[in-house]
């Protein structure tokens, strides 16, 4: 019999099979829009991604920078539905805008 490994999660530790496992996971719809340079760096404005629940903004801030090699990620903000944010929850159907650095005076 197959065993799950949860890898998403690591400190979620999830036992037996797989259909088992997979019936435990919830995923949620995040849509991600990307500004300036960070569309440039992602190849796109934006995009719509299955995670699974639980997952923080700044987790996900983590992955986008690594899949899209986006340079200077401490200058990088988000805005969690219009909200500038450094931490919180994501929910379904939120919306999380990658901002590049800002310039001003």
Do not use: H, W
């Amino acid at each position: 019999m197959l065993q799950a490994v949860n890898s998403i999660r690591p400190e979620v530790k999830i036992c037996g099979s797989i259909p088992e496992v997979l019936d435990k996971i919830k995923l949620m719809k995040i849509k991600i829009k990307y500004f300036g340079m960070l569309a440039e760096a992602a190849g796109k404005n934006e995009e719509t991604l299955e995670l699974d629940e639980g997952i923080f903004s700044t987790q996900l801030k983590n992955r986008q920078i690594k899949i899209y090699n986006i340079p200077d990620p401490d200058s990088v903000q988000l805005a969690v539905n219009q909200n500038l944010n450094t931490e919180v929850e994501l929910k379904e159907g939120d919306e999380v805008a990658f901002l590049p650095p800002f310039a001003g005076g």
